[in-house]
């Protein structure tokens, strides 16, 4: 299979269990993150997303935090199952403008 | 159900050729991007696109050019392909309030 990050932080996982993937983001004056997921071989998918004046939210299974005083993003995942494998990324970006700044991602990995 | 598309999965080409990557999307999204993934960076940036015919360079525009005839299509090109550029190239689209929308990508080999 494709790997995109050969050289990526792996996060090894139980089945079942939660996880936690962390993204400090680089720009003080972002006001817009995004969690993507890319699967080995594929384009990255968009998970989850949060605007500025939220600290939290919640979609299914997942969960976005947002901390902005220490730029830190974190990506919840509850009851991890083995199709969850894959590389997480975070974006940024500031509304209004074209351009993210892409993360370089965590490796996901569910053990059986 | 597909959005972004991208005409190759898997190119493989010579040192020194012209390579054309294509893009299409069908959601009507004013702006377009390229980018290349590598192991260990990360997403690049080498062209964007707000608008037919219009073109701004990203991070890492050298050695590429791109063309945006239709609001629907965007091309990556080559001009003269070096094995530097062996990579995984990644086309996206937004509009102005949501985040991307990939195409699977296409991994080039320069050999």
């Known amino acids: 299979g494709e790997s995109v990050g050969l050289h990526l932080p792996t996060l090894s996982v139980q089945e079942g269990d939660n996880s936690i993937i962390n993204c400090a983001y680089s720009n003080s004056a972002s006001d817009y993150f995004i969690w993507y997921k890319q699967e080995s071989g594929k384009g990255p998918q968009f998970i989850i997303d949060i605007r500025s004046n939220m600290d939290k939210r919640q979609g299914q299974r997942v969960t976005v935090l947002l901390n902005k005083t220490v730029k830190h993003l974190s990506l919840q995942i509850a009851a991890t199952q083995p199709g969850d494998s894959a590389v997480y990324f975070c974006?940024?970006?500031?509304?209004?403008?074209?351009?993210?700044?892409f993360g370089t991602g965590t490796r996901l990995k569910v053990l059986a | 159900d597909v959005k972004v598309t991208q005409s190759s999965r898997y190119l493989v080409k010579r040192t020194g050729e012209k390579v054309f990557l294509e893009c299409v999307q069908d959601?009507?999204?004013?702006?377009m991007f390229w980018y290349r993934q590598d192991p260990g960076l990360g997403l690049r940036l080498i062209y964007f696109s707000y608008d037919v015919k219009m073109k701004e360079k990203g991070d890492i525009p050298e050695g590429y050019s791109v063309s945006r005839e239709k609001k629907e299509r965007f091309s990556l090109i080559l001009e003269s392909a070096s094995t530097n550029q062996t990579s995984m190239y990644l086309c996206?689209?937004?509009?102005?309030?949501?985040?991307?929308?990939f195409g699977s990508g296409t991994r080039l080999t320069v050999v």
């Open positions: 959601m009507d999204h004013e702006n």
């Open positions: 996206a689209s937004s509009d102005q309030e949501d985040g991307y929308t």
């Open positions: 974006a940024e970006n500031m509304l209004g403008t074209y351009k993210y700044i």
